[in-house]
């Protein structure tokens, strides 16, 4: 079973910054992709940003230029530094990863959410 723990929500005022951590842990052969979305009250969840193991990143058009995701190979781990923040901005923030996992001599795809972490930005 693979867990996600996410940290670094909270409040803020507009302009400020925060980053957002999430860490992977159970038994994980690899993770293939991480990311971050986000959904704020009576919205859709949205994808914020990913990055897959190769490197590549994907960003929601909102956020461009103002939030960069990185991850932390040996820790499993993956951030998402939050500068220039806006109020539309808040939201619950969701980490999220697409990992292979062992089962019995072979092995399958999952994919894990974390339990949310609540970014909060005054005007």
Do not use: H
């Not at 949205?46 to 995701?69: C, M, P, Q, W």
């Not at 499993?76 to 923030?93: F, G, H, I, R």
């Not at 999220?96 to 909060?120: C, I, L, M, S």
């Amino acid at each position: 079973q693979v867990q996600l723990v996410e940290s670094g929500g909270g409040l803020v005022q507009a302009g400020g910054s925060l980053r957002l951590s999430c860490a992977a842990s159970g038994t994980i052969l690899s993770i293939n992709a991480m990311g971050w979305y986000r959904q704020a009250p009576g919205k859709q969840r949205e994808l914020v940003a990913a990055l897959t193991s190769g490197g590549s990143t994907n960003y929601a058009d909102s956020v461009k230029g103002r939030f960069t995701i990185s991850r932390d190979n040996a820790k499993n781990t993956v951030y998402l530094q939050m500068n220039s923040l806006k109020p539309e901005d808040t939201a619950a923030y969701y980490c999220n990863a697409d990992v292979t996992v062992p089962a019995r001599g072979t092995y399958y795809y999952a994919e894990a959410w974390g339990q949310g972490t609540q970014v909060t930005v005054s005007s």
